[in-house]
Nanobody, 121 residues
Framework: QVQLAESGGGLVQAGASLSLSCAVS????????MGWFRQAPGKEREFVAI???????HYQDSVKGRFAMTEDAGMNTLHLQMNSLKPEDTGVYYC???????????????WGQGTQVTVSA
């Protein structure tokens, strides 16, 4: 089992930056695939960035070059640095974990409560 808690969301103007954090609390030393997802009102939840168990990162095409995912030593905190934000980046951002190799939200087993990111035009 793992508990996740996101923080750092807010309201910003287009072109601004935000840094999100996800506190990770594990009851075992299980290694997980970690991901950031987002969901806009009325739309499906989508993957934003993935950290594979092996330590490499993968990003959705729409955020490549703008977002960067990092992780503190010991897997205690996950980060998502978001630069050059656009209105279409607006949504609730979630961190998630799974023991699988996956990018689909349905394949992730553990989720945080989400943090709201709103980007005005």
């Amino acid at each position: 089992q793992v508990q996740l808690a996101e923080s750092g969301g807010g309201l910003v103007q287009a072109g601004a930056s935000l840094s999100l954090s996800c506190a990770v609390s594990r009851r075992t030393r299980t290694r997980y695939t970690m991901g950031w997802f987002r969901q806009a009102p009325g739309k499906e939840r989508e993957f934003v960035a993935i950290r594979w168990i092996g330590g490499t990162y993968h990003y959705q095409d729409s955020v490549k070059g703008r977002f960067a995912m990092t992780e503190d030593a010991g897997m205690n905190t996950l980060h998502l640095q978001m630069n050059s934000l656009k209105p279409e980046d607006t949504g609730v951002y979630y961190c998630a974990a799974t023991e699988r190799i996956a990018t689909l939200p349905t394949n992730f087993d553990f989720w945080g409560q989400g943090t709201q990111v709103t980007v005005s035009a």
